[in-house]
């Protein structure tokens, strides 16, 4: 009914106004065409008719405002808020014009410009529209398990080594909300746990298990701007609890003055068996980001420092999000991450990653990811996806379905990953490749 409100009121300012004095001649014919277009609903000639128009450098009010009610009806919701905006440009505050954009904007999944612009609409309109600020803008919970392909009968690598430790399955759950501080600004806090199944092995058999219990607090600040530009600052803070794990032995010692180094004990878990202590290990995360929003098209970067394993990270992340059809029904995510060890037994890593998402139907979607490279201690989405894991992950790949109801989205997915585990020994390591799946659920309730 808000449209057919709109649409009316458009319908009656346009139809009492004259066409524009002392036009040239062209412009008055596009002036008209497009009027009696309008009239008739036939946005898609009309759409055509814009475009025409402005390749031959032709542009005026009315053709804007009928461009972005064209788009609208036509359920171009992006291109909508783009001449809407231009609209407004010419005719700043126009109360009819503004909750035109307001839609525009919700229904292209521009949540935070939408609010912007509703906060600035008169609060009878706000009531009309059914707006009112909210300080929690989301709170979303989820949990998933992994199962792994890294089992006992790879202890058939330990020829000549004397050591095998298997990272197993893992339980998984999150918690995540989202507080608006302000029209502009957010802030946005998760907490993750992992508890992950660990066995040692050597070549007589098992040696010792236990589960590795890990914890993940984030907090995200971002601001946004007027131009659809936001940028944001990220941390992480990082804690592993490893109950009654065994003490190192003398060949921690031994290691040492051999030339091996503490990063290769620290990583590989050389330890003995002689006795047993609680070990916690704390680790933080701090990322930088900033990215602009153009009407199918919205480039990022980001830059992070972090401390996963004992020793320093330094990563630079590009990331493109387009939608190559012209409109928000299916979109693409491109993004490169280059990370700098230092000071570490790693080596430079450099990571390529996809992600595709298309809509099945009204309210259900579909989106797939792969990545490969080396993504040991990789911080994407904002620091709130960190594989600071055991054993590096090579490559992945996964399918999503998410079923937007109302105001919430619940989501299933699978990934499969490629990680890399070692059988060592004091002096060496054997690498070896094995697979884990992942299931995941979650539930997202937006205010």
Known sequence: MYRLGI???STFILSMLPLIAQQPPETASIDSITYQQYLQKDYQKLI??????????????YLDYRTAIAYFELKNYANAARYYRKTLEQNPGDPVLLESLYYAYLLSGQKTNANIVARSLPPHV???IGYSPQVVDYISISGGYSYSGNTPELGSKLTGLDSLNLYRNMAFASLGIGINLSG???LLLGYQRYNNAFERHNASGLLYSNILSQHQLNLVFEFFTGESLSCGLAGGYYSIDGKDKPTKSSAYAENNRTGVGRGFIKRHNLFSLSS?????????SALAFINKRWTYLMPEIAVAWSNFGGWEQYQAKGSLTYYPLGNLNFYGTTSMAAIFNS?????????VSQHLGCKLARQLWLEGSAGIGNHLNYISNHSFMVYDTYDAVKALAGLTLSWYITKAV???GYQWQQREGYASSITRYLPYKYNNHL???SFSWNF
């Open 126 to 128: 706000q009531a009309t």
């Open 48 to 61: 055509e008719t814009s475009k025409k128009a402005r390749a031959r450098q032709i542009g005026f009010y």
């Open 276 to 284: 047993s202590e609680t070990d916690r290990a704390s680790a933080f």
């Open 410 to 412: 619940a989501t299933a």
């Open 439 to 441: 299931i995941n659920i």
């Open 7 to 9: 649409t009316f009121i």
């Open 343 to 351: 000071d570490s037994w790693v080596n430079n890593q450099f990571i």
């Open 184 to 186: 502009r600004s957010k």
